[in-house]
């Protein structure tokens, strides 16, 4: 059996012998490991890629041996489970889609929730569920909450705001704290608000991209797990620019799902730990 154990703690000193050691005591064989410590926070976090059965006291030896507070997780081959929202536009939710069919990736999306019902032939085509909750007539308070509910019936891993076009409020982000991950379309911190590739393109730009990351309380101020750019020219207009934005945008969004899946994401305070 093949598993992965992620570990985060105050930073100390012999951090790695400790883990390494008890792995050897349970014959757990490491076949990769990737360790970082944020010397400003005094935080440790390492990823840990092992073979072999664990005991079932294994994490609690190894927390009686760690920093009090440490965080523990061991996965094992079990796909990560995902409830994508998503509103009209379906270039990012169609690349997860079709990765998820191509067996791309471990995740498992288990159903997608839109305010609209523009995008539910797509998702039906790859037998997913889908779910329509209409913002008409809710206010933003409303929507929010019957939207959480919804997901909250299939207990994800992560939230994928697939496009989802609509500011959450801080109720909800409590509700899913340190699981949502939003596709923003620019390279934070970049245009704000309706029609960037306009902007973009009305301010001459050479370089257009997209910026994946968590979700916190603060309008697209969470902690950056991946990004990717492009250059375009004068020659582009902005609907060439938003149609090349769009394919980064599919590609950092489904790069971000790939890194949490694979359980090589850490947030650390505003900032991450992505181990590639």
């Not at 995902?82 to 069919?101: F, I, N, S, W």
């Not at 191509?102 to 085509?125: H, M, R």
């Not at 699981?179 to 608000?193: E, Q």
Request: aromatic share 8%; charged share 20%; hydrophobic share 40%.
């Amino acid at each position: 059996m093949s598993y992965v154990l992620t570990t985060e703690c105050k930073d100390d000193i012999g951090l790695i012998a400790k883990i390494t050691s008890l792995c050897h005591e349970h014959d757990l064989n490491i076949t990769r490991n990737n360790e970082f410590v944020d010397k400003e926070g005094q935080r440790f976090f390492m990823r840990t890629e092992l073979t072999g059965t664990p005991s079932d006291n294994f994490l609690a030896q190894l927390r009686q041996s760690l920093p009090t507070g440490a965080k523990l997780n061991l996965y094992g081959q079990e796909r990560t489970k995902v409830v994508l929202l998503a509103t009209k536009e379906a270039h990012c939710l169609g690349g997860v889609l079709l990765k998820q069919y191509e067996q791309a990736f471990n995740i498992e999306v288990q159903a997608v929730i839109a305010n609209y019902d523009t995008l539910e032939p797509l998702v039906k085509g790859f037998g997913i569920p889908f779910h329509l909750v209409s913002h008409e007539g809710l206010s933003r308070a409303e929507h929010d909450s019957a939207m959480a509910d919804l997901i909250e019936q299939y207990d994800p891993d992560i939230v994928g705001l697939a496009k989802y076009m609509r500011i959450l409020t801080p109720e909800f982000v409590s509700r899913f704290d340190g699981k949502i991950i939003n596709i923003h379309h620019s390279f934070l911190p970049a245009f704000i608000g309706a029609k960037p590739y306009h902007q973009a393109f009305e301010r001459g730009v050479k370089i257009i991209g997209a910026t994946a990351h968590f979700v916190n309380d603060e309008l697209d101020e969470g902690p950056i797990i991946a990004q990717n750019v492009t250059q375009v020219s004068h020659a582009q207009n902005a609907e060439e620019m938003a149609r090349i934005g769009r394919d980064i945008e599919k590609t950092v969004f489904c790069n971000a799902l790939q890194l949490a899946c694979e359980h090589k994401l850490f947030i650390n305070g505003n900032k991450t730990v992505v181990f590639s």
